[in-house]
């Protein structure tokens, strides 16, 4: 390439790189990525750029001297893409959102690399390295719905593209009709990204109308759990206050009655304890943390049983959709039902452990332990073992027998939370 189509490059390359800034300034408002939706995405983007990496690495060691541009200078390239990549694979790994900047960043960093390979190769007569700019600009189409920004970065590639062709090694071969494969590469890029932009637009729109569905549904299940609490549940804890008292007043009467005011009063008990589970299903879907609503829940669990219970918590929460909150809830909530009714407790600790590879949640009492049929009896366990299941976990329960107590553990892998 001669000194003026390296200095129009360069001219160039300064002018995508001014747009490119005005772009990131316009994202900057924009909300990070969801690691919900769009971990699978993340993670098959991660692999193709180690792809990009490794087709890099090959590259210089095919062509390690370059009249265009030293080895250095792709090595360097190489070196910053491995660190990038390394750095947003170690957040989807550990379940952390990725910013829809860092996105952008590295898309302008694989069409770099992708433009420098293309010069070092010979421009226009390199082996099929423009192929690359393919799934490069389908993906930056998937992450960034907005039809007019991806023609825009597309726009910016395609005329980045036309120059290298037209500069880089022997330029285009006009007799052989060589700007016409380049406009048909260019078609193509425009092509793949109105393609991958539409489709990501109705997935988005399918999103949201879902999204829009759950927040009513949330909205309904927080005016449920209140007016639970208002009116039923209250109703409940006036009922158990009156049998109390009547207790109080016929001890030392008859033993039938006394015995059928305890059994009313703890039907009682029983009743308060169940309507919790819709008061506070509704914090959850308010937006509370797991270790917050189980440290009301069993402060709520000992003023009602009077069996001390406290929740012990190692590491941090990490982000859970309401949903698997909720039924991470309903198994400590069936946990506490069965200590309260069956094993005759006088200490319950729920323990809440989350560490990288996921969380380990388990519910422990000193009672007398299960009978070797308790699976068969009841729902309970067997509504843990389902939301246990459907959470992509395992459940499991050890009890030692009479006197030994009870133990139910649930274990969540991260990719499942």
Request: proline share 2%.
């Given at each position: 390439?001669?000194?003026?189509g390296f200095g129009r490059l360069s001219r160039v390359s300064r002018l995508v790189g001014a747009t490119g800034d005005a772009v990131v300034m316009r994202l900057w408002q924009l909300d990070s990525a969801d690691p919900e939706e769009l971990r699978y995405p993340i993670k098959m983007f991660i692999w193709i750029r180690w792809a990009l990496c490794l087709a890099g690495i090959v590259l210089m060691i095919y062509r390690p001297e370059s009249e265009v541009l030293p080895s250095a200078i792709l090595l360097s390239f190489i070196m910053i893409s491995v660190v990038v990549n390394a750095v947003v694979h170690g957040r989807v790994t550990t379940n952390r959102s990725v910013p829809l900047q860092w996105m952008f960043a590295i898309s302008v960093l694989d069409v770099t690399?992708?433009?420098?390979?293309?010069?070092?190769?010979?421009?226009?007569?390199?082996?099929?390295?423009?192929?690359?700019?393919?799934?490069?600009?389908?993906?930056?189409?998937?992450?960034?719905?907005?039809?007019?920004?991806?023609?825009?970065?597309?726009?910016?590639?395609?005329?980045?593209?036309?120059?290298?062709?037209?500069?880089?090694?022997?330029?285009?071969?006009?007799?052989?009709?060589?700007?016409?494969?380049?406009?048909?590469?260019?078609?193509?890029?425009?092509?793949?990204?109105?393609?991958?932009?539409?489709?990501?637009?109705?997935?988005?729109?399918?999103?949201?109308?879902?999204?829009?569905?759950?927040?009513?549904?949330?909205?309904?299940?927080?005016?449920?759990?209140?007016?639970?609490?208002?009116?039923?549940?209250?109703?409940?804890?006036?009922?158990?206050?009156?049998?109390?008292?009547?207790?109080?007043?016929?001890?030392?009467?008859?033993?039938?009655?006394?015995?059928?005011?305890?059994?009313?009063?703890?039907?009682?008990?029983?009743?308060?304890?169940?309507?919790?589970?819709?008061?506070?299903?509704?914090?959850?879907?308010?937006?509370?943390?797991?270790?917050?609503?189980?440290?009301?829940?069993?402060?709520?669990?000992?003023?009602?049983?009077?069996?001390?219970?406290?929740?012990?918590?190692?590491?941090?929460?990490?982000?859970?959709?309401?949903?698997?909150?909720?039924?991470?809830?309903?198994?400590?909530?069936?946990?506490?039902?069965?200590?309260?009714?069956?094993?005759?407790?006088?200490?319950?600790?729920?323990?809440?452990?989350?560490?990288?590879?996921?969380?380990?949640?388990?519910?422990?009492?000193?009672?007398?332990?299960?009978?070797?049929?308790?699976?068969?009896?009841?729902?309970?366990?067997?509504?843990?073992?389902?939301?246990?299941?459907?959470?992509?976990?395992?459940?499991?329960?050890?009890?030692?027998?009479?006197?030994?107590?009870?133990?139910?553990?649930?274990?969540?892998?991260?990719?499942?939370?």
């Open positions: 390439m001669t000194a003026n690399l992708i433009t420098t390979s293309i010069v070092i190769d010979g421009g226009f007569d390199s082996h099929l390295l423009f192929i690359f700019y393919y799934p490069a600009l389908a993906w930056f189409a998937a992450f960034f719905t907005s039809l007019r920004l991806s023609f825009a970065w597309v726009t910016l590639v395609a005329m980045a593209y036309a120059i290298v062709s037209v500069t880089a090694g022997e330029g285009l071969d006009l007799a052989m009709r060589d700007e016409k494969v380049v406009v048909v590469r260019i078609i193509v890029m425009y092509a793949v990204v109105a393609l991958v932009s539409l489709i990501s637009r109705a997935e988005k729109m399918r999103r949201q109308e879902a999204l829009k569905r759950e927040r009513e549904l949330q909205r309904e299940r927080m005016e449920v759990s209140q007016t639970i609490h208002d009116t039923t549940a209250q109703s409940v804890y006036m009922v158990g206050l009156g049998v109390e008292s009547a207790l109080e007043m016929a001890r030392g009467t008859s033993h039938e009655l006394i015995a059928k005011l305890e059994a009313t009063l703890a039907l009682a008990k029983s009743a308060m304890w169940e309507l919790r589970h819709p008061i506070d299903t509704g914090l959850i879907f308010g937006g509370k943390a797991l270790n917050q609503v189980l440290r009301a829940h069993a402060a709520t669990f000992t003023s009602i049983t009077s069996i001390p219970t406290e929740v012990v918590q190692s590491g941090t929460e990490p982000p859970v959709s309401a949903a698997r909150r909720s039924m991470l809830f309903s198994i400590a909530h069936n946990a506490l039902t069965n200590a309260l009714r069956h094993s005759g407790a006088t200490a319950v600790v729920i323990a809440l452990d989350f560490h990288e590879d996921g969380l380990r949640m388990s519910i422990s009492d000193d009672g007398i332990g299960l009978p070797h049929d308790y699976a068969e009896r009841g729902q309970g366990f067997k509504n843990m073992r389902a939301s246990a299941e459907g959470l992509g976990g395992r459940l499991a329960v050890d009890s030692g027998g009479s006197g030994r107590g009870t133990t139910v553990t649930c274990e969540i892998e991260h990719a499942s939370t």
